[in-house]
């Protein structure tokens, strides 16, 4: 069901130019970050010393005959900085929480303006689920990331250098043996940065599709269980769920070899220092108090040791989750404004296609051309039909008016003014379109159909405006609904028939007030009454406002003032519905084979 992997990886980038690109977005919040890091140091510094006043106390106290009250003061210095300790964690919380939450919902945000401003036709090529994941899990984990991960990296990487020349400062001997240690991790550590980041990559990538099949399932239910393929949705789900959970076992183990490298390597070499420490004590060259200290700081560095290993592990994620975003923040909106946008001088309602050549971008970026060659023009005012067999043609072309996709070749002209030099928010403010997938948001019946409604109108403007849409596109329905028309709809109008919530979409189009409309087949679900009365007051409305609409029945056609014969990407002929009836064979072809039989099987509440 899913969409296949759409998500194209972006060529391997080095986790210093990753982390790089966040540069802009921490700025403003690094002295937060600098203190939260200065209290984990503190947090860090404080466990080691504790090391320290342990081998006075077996150095000065129990070794020799200490008085109690050096005991209750080596007590109440042991007790003091375990406090100091969890102070400096509180006080780090304190620090990074706000501003790594504040920084996740700005990047969020920021990726849902650039999804809203993409093309149509990078929204056709990748799936939701990528969209999705991309836009709330992977920025969850560059935030815990931030606030938690990036901040103890260096915090255990610090504590681990310090205890090392603690180490040394006690005994070189057993410093060196312990810093030799680090050459066999340093090794693993390379195999396990590149078998990580490729098994982190396909994880996040699967998770994306997985998010996917979710949604194109829930979103189809009523098709997968009216042609009882709930078994076979189920074992194709089942099986990429599968592959998931074997990519995150295997992710899993690479960690957990990793970490097992990184815990036994210490350990071992622990033992051999008790080995080479104990003659070295016998014979004089090292106080129990400082063996006793160089295992003790062995102890409070394990942490940080195996630490390291599982935020290594964490910040390949977040590199590969923050590749995963710029990935999509890069791609090419090549469908804006232009820098010096102009305004018509007149809104005189034309729409020009001149010689209007359309491909879509296959994947050798020379797709087969739909639109071959288009010329017309629809005068101000005036409704044009576009009829044509099924697949040649007709939604692509109307999508071309609005720019929603832009032309391969040739000119769309929008009251004289080609549309790609029209500023875009004001080219699609001339423009309302009600498409045959008729999309309604989750909201209120009012808000759906006022959604492109002029701005700056009173509340009375508006609601009168809501009762002549509905009116119009007789979706008087409406009002008979619980709440009327604040009546909140189910996503994508799911609680809706299908003729209602065309009804609505249009509703929504003609209560834009726009000089041009573009409808494709804004009647197809409407049963034959429902049609007629629609198509008698849309004619009123319709009246001053250059249309275009794709005609799929007989009915609609008759709403056109001239009809235009799309057929093997050209405009074949172009006339009155008569005169082309009597002239051209190929329109009676087109005429007889569509469908004027209106299904009655759609709702309504009448
Ligand atoms: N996003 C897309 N990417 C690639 N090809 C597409 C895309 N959308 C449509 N096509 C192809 O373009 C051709 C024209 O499609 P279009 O939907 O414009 O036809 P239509 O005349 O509106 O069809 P219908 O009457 O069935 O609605 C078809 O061959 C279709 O497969």
């Given at each position: ?183 066999p991790i340093s090794i693993k550590a390379y195999h396990f940065r590149n078998n990580y980041r490729a098994a982190s990559r396909l994880s996040q990538d699967q998770a994306g599709d997985l998010a996917t099949a979710v949604e194109e399932s829930v979103h189809g239910i009523r098709v997968i269980k009216a042609f009882g393929r709930g078994r076979y949705v189920y074992e ?21 070899g990793f970490l097992m490298t990184v815990v036994a390597i210490p350990e071992t070499i622990l033992g051999i220092g008790l080995l080479i420490g104990i003659p070295m004590v016998a014979g004089g060259s090292l106080s129990v108090g400082s063996l006793v200290a160089y295992f003790a700081i062995a102890a409070v560095i394990a942490g940080p040791v195996e630490g390291m ?298």
């Amino acid at each position: 069901m899913a969409r296949e992997q759409n998500a194209e990886p972006a060529e391997a980038v080095s986790l210093t130019t990753t982390l790089k690109r966040l540069g802009p977005f921490v700025r403003p919040i690094l002295p937060r970050l600098i203190g939260g890091f200065f209290c984990a140091l503190g947090a860090g510094i404080v466990a080691l010393a504790i090391p320290q006043v342990l081998a006075w106390l077996v150095n000065n106290v129990l070794d020799t005959d200490g008085t109690s009250t050096q005991i209750w003061i080596a007590m109440a210095i042991v007790g003091g900085l375990g406090f100091l300790e969890a102070l400096f964690i509180f006080l780090r919380r304190q620090f990074v929480l706000n501003p790594a939450a504040g920084l996740e919902a700005h990047m969020r945000i920021r990726f849902y303006k650039h999804l809203q401003r993409l093309p149509v036709a990078f929204h056709e090529r990748w799936g939701s689920g990528q969209l999705l994941s991309r836009s709330m899990s992977d920025l969850s984990l560059l935030r815990r990331w931030l606030a938690f991960g990036a901040m103890m990296l260096v915090v255990d990487t610090v504590t681990v250098i310090t205890g090392l020349v603690l180490m040394f400062f006690h005994s070189w001997i057993l410093g060196l043996l312990y810093l030799l240690g680090a050459i066999p991790i340093s090794i693993k550590a390379y195999h396990f940065r590149n078998n990580y980041r490729a098994a982190s990559r396909l994880s996040q990538d699967q998770a994306g599709d997985l998010a996917t099949a979710v949604e194109e399932s829930v979103h189809g239910i009523r098709v997968i269980k009216a042609f009882g393929r709930g078994r076979y949705v189920y074992e194709g789900f089942s099986e990429q769920a599968k592959s998931l959970q074997q990519t995150e076992i295997s992710k899993a183990k690479t960690l957990a070899g990793f970490l097992m490298t990184v815990v036994a390597i210490p350990e071992t070499i622990l033992g051999i220092g008790l080995l080479i420490g104990i003659p070295m004590v016998a014979g004089g060259s090292l106080s129990v108090g400082s063996l006793v200290a160089y295992f003790a700081i062995a102890a409070v560095i394990a942490g940080p040791v195996e630490g390291m290993g599982m935020l290594l592990g964490m910040t390949l994620s977040t590199k590969t989750a923050l590749d995963r975003h710029f990935e999509v923040m890069d791609a090419d909106n090549d469908i804006v404004s232009p820098k010096e946008p102009r305004t018509p001088q007149e809104r005189t309602g034309e729409v020009q296609l001149k010689h209007v050549r359309f491909a879509y971008p296959d994947d050798s970026g020379r797709g087969r051309p739909v639109l071959a060659d288009i010329d017309f023009t629809i005068r101000p005012g005036e409704t044009m039909a576009l009829v044509g067999i099924t697949g040649s043609g007709k939604s692509t072309l109307l999508n071309l008016v609005p720019r929603l996709h832009d032309v391969s070749a040739g000119q769309v002209l929008v009251h004289g003014q080609d549309v790609r030099e029209w500023d875009l928010e004001k080219l699609r403010q001339e423009i309302a379109v009600a498409f045959e997938d008729t999309t309604l948001f989750s909201n209120s019946i009012r808000e759906n159909v006022l959604l492109g409604a002029p701005e700056g109108l009173t509340s009375a403007q508006r609601e009168e405006l809501l009762t002549q849409a509905l009116d119009v596109a007789q979706a008087q329905f409406a009002y008979q609904l619980p709440q009327g028309v604040e009546t909140l709809i189910g996503e994508e109008g799911l609680s809706l028939s299908g003729g209602q919530r065309q009804r609505l979409a249009l509703a929504r189009a003609i209560a834009a007030q726009p000089r041009i409309l573009v409808l494709d087949d804004p009647l197809s679900a409407l049963d034959v009454r429902t049609e007629e009365a629609v198509t008698t007051k849309l004619r009123e409305v319709l009246r001053g406002t250059t249309t275009l609409v794709v005609a799929h029945r007989p009915s609609t056609v008759m709403l056109a003032d001239r009809v235009a014969l799309l057929r093997d990407g050209r405009i074949d002929a172009i006339g009155s519905h008569t005169h082309l009836l009597s002239t051209n064979e190929h329109y009676r072809y087109v005429i007889a084979s569509l469908d004027d039989e209106a299904p009655i099987n759609e709702e309504i509440s009448r």
